[in-house]
């Protein structure tokens, strides 16, 4: 290629951007005046030039075009090409990226008229067994082991290229991709289970459970059908292959791939016809493109199956699986004016510049090489760019700084920013400092060049296009092996191979029972920071309780094998503490303030916020360090024990930890009146949504508990003892106090019937004669039977109970509970109004704190990633914006409002129209029917004043709109929905749905009409407590009051939140918006009054009412209003519909509100 220029160039933009100052070969990619550029470029799956990193691409491909133009200048122009299928706003995604305006892009897709609706896709969400003992790994082996059946065998096409013939399986952890592949080697390769699935074999090889032939096949353990695909597929083991960024490629003879995002995108294989996602997915489009990787061939009738467990962002997904299947992606933006990434990609800039110097001189020598203090042999170069670097100091050099803005693109105040101003500044810093190791040859003495680095410009430029800036690593010695040596981010290895804690990251995938770990002793408790397995250096001394706690920087782990006895699902994490540090190299305190505006209604809870910025020398130091570690050693017999082990150095408590000196935000809480909260308005309904909750949280902390049973375990047996006891206040319509003084007197016998069906837990008892083993599930559920049991354990649990129905303010904990709660709450609302004020940023990028009364949040990097320095701008630039949409993540839940709207639309089950669309679209096979009949489903439920999002749509599919649904089915669901509401108000608590469904099955009546209905479906089928339950779940959709994934998320690796409750922030907050019903008598006197105040309003109607509420709403508008002797208009801020009432924001806009 160096001879002759390719007619096509596959490159990465890694490659590019090296290339792009390598005078030696960059003319094969254009630049150089004797070679053409490029016509097009070609840039596949745009979608993934997201973020920080899709923000360098950007930089990148105007640093090309610009040095394409200046060795090109006749050359009109180069034309991109992106592709995708899931870019929510391609055309402005794409002019951002490629530097062009946004109307000189075209958006080229077919209309919805040139599109065939044909074929048809399996989508399903499993959840594991929560019951179980065994990981959740475990469902996705058998689903991968029973789905790799039910395709076309391998060359084989017995259903005609309907179904494909193979699996890819995906997952996002190293670790965890290992643990699968090894896994369903065994399970396939080495044991092959699958012939217990064929009836002709177990019978043969088992004769003792032929007897049971029949629970067995009800219970989905004998695979029939696979059997007639494939006569012997059960008995011949299936081909595994794994691909990651640790095994290249993919054996096409294989039958199942276990893959990492490696081939999520760019590798299609038509024979494909299913995907396995192991757990929720992370990110929504890079869901859709994994989706997308089964039925490429036309007619193919695709799977995806995705396997969750019963907890976090899992459970949500299960519950709500259309948000996942039919999901709205957010809009992609970059950001493209941080100004750590100009500060980056300006040094990039400078090695670009400096190479077409050398290049002037006929010098092709490699810029990276040449600015690399590694390499010795370029004293040459090194002299003329030095010279070089003096004639830009002394303003001689006039090209420089015009370069410089033409390459990236930049404004003047951009341009300036980057070259003079601090951290990092081009004319003050880099510049400067390059040119005195240009001098000094770096400070190289004779015998030093193993310690060099050996990349250019270090502190300035990453390693790598996509690295951080500043990386601290942390050497992994694996089993003594100087061969088997790996880096590894020190903030990620410091978590995953936490002391105790097992991983088969490293393991080699032909070894499957290899996994590693940072060992700990079994029979001490104490772990030394600078002992055989761990070497660390002396980071800080920190006070905590009166003693002084050494933290050490861990550098490097000793891995080893673990033990033969010891089971790979053994677990340790550290207990992470953190000191905050705001204060400079004088140690004087630092930090501008942000002020909010007058009388803003965040100053009601917010008492300042403070800015610290690396621009202006005010970084914050965080040392995050854990002086303990808790874990679980597993062992292979299936015993376990808990232990906490204690860093030391010597005989003294020390830690281990890392620092980082990064931009913040501090958001200062005021203490809000929470002894008042008894007297809010909301108090009856919020108490209702506390109590469940405190149950859960007083059992956890209760020390007695928590150091004989795990987190997980004291939430079972929680769930088991709230079911029991809500159950049978239902059934028996007991108050709450008689139904815990029931309870207490039958609690066996209530509890083991409420473990059956909550957790729908089928498990086969030891036979008498010992000829079958228990399995894990037996004894677990052994286990907690025996707890049930235990007074010791059981009282606890008991004593609590009453916090369902006594007065819970009396309790010494619950005024530091509910702080807790409101603290977390803050911290989410801000969170979730920065995303809304800034779409481009990635909150993930900002670890938060919650430190006393202060919500901190911080970059992950030192140097000034310009996140922060972008969140206090744009706060203090919109203060009202930010404020409203504070407010708006207080007020407002997506699921909320759907719940709300299907709740109205059952409602309207009694409409002969409404139902007669309802009953078309469940009984039409014709997609094209289908689609009219939505069509008008649609318009009947806007002339009912519900809007027909398409959130809403996708979930009306979901819940009321299958083939299965009929009239039964919806006058059960309504008759459900309706007791769920009255009983919760009834007994004033909150009802989970796995809790209310536990008191639904007591019910005689409901328990008929549910048996009824699966007759009629299954009619002489048998079926169970566990078909009830998942029929019952079909039927129900929560409300949301609280918080959960959908509106209000909080995460830290490094802390524990409470969970966020909406409800109870707005209860502690004076009310900001006047609420006015346009049902009252002259509310619109009452309007004008509040606004003649200066508050904002919020008129509520119902659909029925809207016409004559907006004509009112018109006549308000046009009237001005007197507010302090000046006359100001009203306007409509905001209008937005919950179930069918529509609500109407109406504020003065010159008026500062109070």
């Avoid at 550290?574 to 930090?591: C, F, K, S, T």
């Avoid at 007083?698 to 006891?725: A, M, N, R, Y």
């Avoid at 008991?798 to 911290?827: C, M, Q």
């Avoid at 709109?961 to 004033?988: A, F, I, V, Y």
Wanted: aromatic share 10%.
């Amino acid at each position: 290629m160096l001879k002759n220029q390719p007619d096509i160039l596959f490159t990465t933009t890694e490659m590019l951007n090296r290339k792009l100052s390598s005078g030696f070969d960059q003319h094969i990619f254009g630049i150089r005046e004797d070679h053409k550029p490029p016509l097009f470029v070609l840039l596949d799956e745009v979608h993934i030039y997201n973020g920080i990193n899709g923000a360098h691409v950007a930089y990148v491909l105007r640093r090309w075009r610009s040095l394409v133009k200046k060795y090109n200048h006749s050359h009109v122009g180069i034309q991109f090409v992106g592709l995708s299928a899931t870019l929510p706003n391609p055309q402005h995604f794409f002019s951002q990226l490629v530097g062009v305006p946004e109307n000189s892009c075209k958006y080229i897709t077919p209309n919805r008229d040139d599109m065939t609706d044909e074929g048809i896709e399996y989508n399903l969400v499993l959840r594991g067994d929560p019951f179980s003992s065994t990981a959740l790994l475990s469902t996705s082996v058998q689903t991968a082991m029973l789905l790799g059946r039910m395709l076309d065998p391998l060359n084989q096409s017995v259903s005609k290229g309907a179904y494909g013939s193979k699996i890819f399986g995906f997952t996002d952890k190293l670790d965890v991709i290992n643990r699968w592949f090894h896994i369903e080697k065994d399970a396939e390769e080495v044991k092959t289970l699958s012939q217990y699935r064929d009836w002709d074999v177990l019978k043969e090889k088992a004769p003792a459970l032929v007897r049971t032939r029949e629970q067995q096949s009800n219970s989905g353990q004998i695979w029939g059908l696979a059997k007639k695909i494939d006569r012997f597929g059960l008995q011949n083991p299936m081909k595994i292959d794994i691909t990651s960024s640790q095994y290249k490629g993919v054996d096409t003879r294989a039958k199942f791939v276990v893959a990492t995002s490696t081939l999520e995108v760019g590798y299609n294989d038509p024979d494909v016809g299913a995907v396995i996602q192991h757990k929720a997915p992370r990110n929504l489009a890079s869901f859709l493109q994994r989706k997308g990787r089964a039925g490429r061939r036309r007619g193919m009738r695709p799977w995806t199956v995705v396997v969750t467990s019963a907890y976090g962002r899992d459970r949500y997904v299960y519950d709500y699986p259309e948000q996942l299947f039919s999901p709205i992606l957010p809009d992609l933006s970059l950001p493209i004016r941080n100004v750590y990434i100009q500060r980056i990609q300006a040094g990039f800039t400078v090695m670009d510049y400096f190479a077409s110097k050398l290049k002037q001189r006929g010098l092709e020598s490699p810029i990276w090489n040449i600015l690399s203090p590694k390499y010795s042999q370029y004293k040459a170069e090194r002299k003329i760019l030095a010279d070089c670097t003096i004639r830009i100091l002394d303003g001689t050099d006039k090209d420089f700084i015009i370069y410089v803005q033409s390459a990236l693109q930049l404004d003047g105040v951009a341009l300036d920013r980057i070259l003079w101003t601090p951290p990092r500044s081009i004319m003050f810093d880099l510049l400067p400092n390059l040119l005195n190791h240009l001098k000094m040859d770096w400070g190289r003495t004779l015998g030093r060049e193993d310690t060099l680095p050996h990349s250019p410009l270090q502190g300035y430029v990453p390693r790598n296009l996509f690295s951080s800036l500043e990386v601290n690593e942390l050497l992994l010695i694996v089993n003594n092996d100087p061969k088997n040596e790996h880096y590894q981010a020190l903030q990620q290895g410091i978590m995953e191979f936490s002391p105790g804690n097992v991983s088969k990251r490293y393991a080699k995938a032909h070894r499957t029972t290899e996994a590693h770990w940072l060992p700990v002793p079994l029979t001490d408790d104490t772990i030394s920071v600078n002992g055989e397995e761990i070497t660390g250096i002396l980071l800080k001394h920190i006070m905590r309780e009166e003693e002084s706690i050494p933290v050490y920087l861990p550098q490097q782990y000793k891995l080893s094998q673990i033990p033969k006895e010891l089971s790979d699902r053994t677990t340790g994490f550290l207990d992470w503490d953190v000191e905050i540090v705001p204060r400079n190299e004088a140690d004087e305190e630092i930090g501008s303030k942000i002020k909010l505006l007058s009388n803003s209604a965040l100053a009601s809870f917010l008492d300042r916020i403070d800015l610290f910025t690396s621009n202006e020398h005010q970084t914050v130091t965080f040392t995050r360090f854990a002086s303990e570690v808790k874990s679980e050693i597993k062992y292979k017999d299936g015993t376990s024990e808990r232990k906490t082990y204690l860093f030391r150095e010597g005989q003294r408590k020390s830690a281990i930890g890392f620092q980082v000196e990064v931009d913040a935000l501090a958001f200062t809480m005021r203490r809000l009146p929470l002894e008042q909260i008894s007297t809010s308005q909301n108090w009856k309904r919020l108490l209702a949504e506390l109590r469940p909750r405190f149950y859960l949280d007083i059992l956890q902390k209760d020390p007695v508990l928590s150091g004989q049973l795990s987190v997980f375990e004291i939430e079972w047996l929680w769930q088991i003892c709230l079911s029991s006891t809500i159950a049978t206040a239902v059934s028996k319509q007991f108050s709450l106090e008689e139904a815990v003084d029931y309870y207490r007197k039958h609690i066996k016998s209530i509890s083991v019937r409420a473990l059956d069906v909550i957790f729908q837990a089928t498990v086969v008892k030891a036979e008498e004669d010992g000829e079958q083993e228990q399995t894990d599930e037996a004894k677990l559920y052994e286990r907690l039977l025996s707890y049930l049991e235990t007074d010791s354990i059981m009282k606890h649990f008991i004593f609590y109970l009453d916090v369902l129905y006594k007065d819970i303010t009396n309790y010494g904990i619950f005024y530091s509970w509910i702080e807790e709660r409101t603290h977390a709450t803050i911290a989410a609302c801000i969170q979730r109004a920065i995303e809304q004020l800034l779409p481009d940023v990635d909150t993930q990028d900002l670890i938060i704190d919650i430190n006393d009364n202060q919500v901190w949040l911080s970059e992950t990097d030192s140097g000034g990633m310009g996140v922060i320095s972008g969140i206090a701008s744009a706060i203090r630039n919109e203060p009202r914006l930010f404020e409203e949409l504070f407010s708006k993540a207080v007020d407002e839940c997506p699921r909320s409002e759907i719940a709300k709207s299907l709740s109205a639309i059952i409602k309207e089950f009694d409409n002969d129209e409404l139902y007669d669309t309802f009953t078309t679209i469940r009984r039409s096979t014709n997609l094209d029917e289908q689609k009219e009949q939505l069509e008008l489903l649609q318009k009947q439920l806007s002339d009912r004043g519900i809007t027909p999002k398409r959130e809403l749509i996708v979930s009306l599919t979901t819940k009321l709109l299958n083939r299965n649904s009929n009239e039964m089915t919806d006058d059960l669901m309504r008759d459900l929905q309706e007791l769920w509401r009255q009983e919760e108000k009834r007994l004033g608590c909150k009802i989970d749905v796995r809790v209310f469904i536990v008191a639904c099955l007591r019910l005689d009546d409901y328990k008929d009409r549910i048996d009824t209905i699966i007759s009629d479906l299954y009619p002489g089928g048998n079926f169970d407590e566990k078909q009830r339950f998942i029929l019952i779940e079909t039927l129900l959709w929560s409300d949301c009051n609280d918080s959960c994934p959908e509106c209000l998320n909080l995460y830290s690796p490094y802390q524990s939140f409470a969970k966020p409750s909406r409800l109870l922030l707005k209860s502690l907050l004076v009310p900001t918006t006047i609420i006015i019903d346009s049902h009252e008598p002259k509310w619109g006197e009452l309007l004008i009054d509040c606004l003649k105040k200066g508050k904002q309003a919020r008129v509520i109607t119902l659909f029925e009412n809207m016409e004559e509420c907006q004509r009112m709403l018109m006549n308000i508008i046009q009237t001005p209003i007197d507010f302090e002797y000046e006359f100001y208009y009203p306007y409509i801020a905001g209008v937005r519909s919950s179930g069918t009432n529509w609500l109407f924001d109406v504020r003065v806009r010159e008026v500062t509100h109070a």
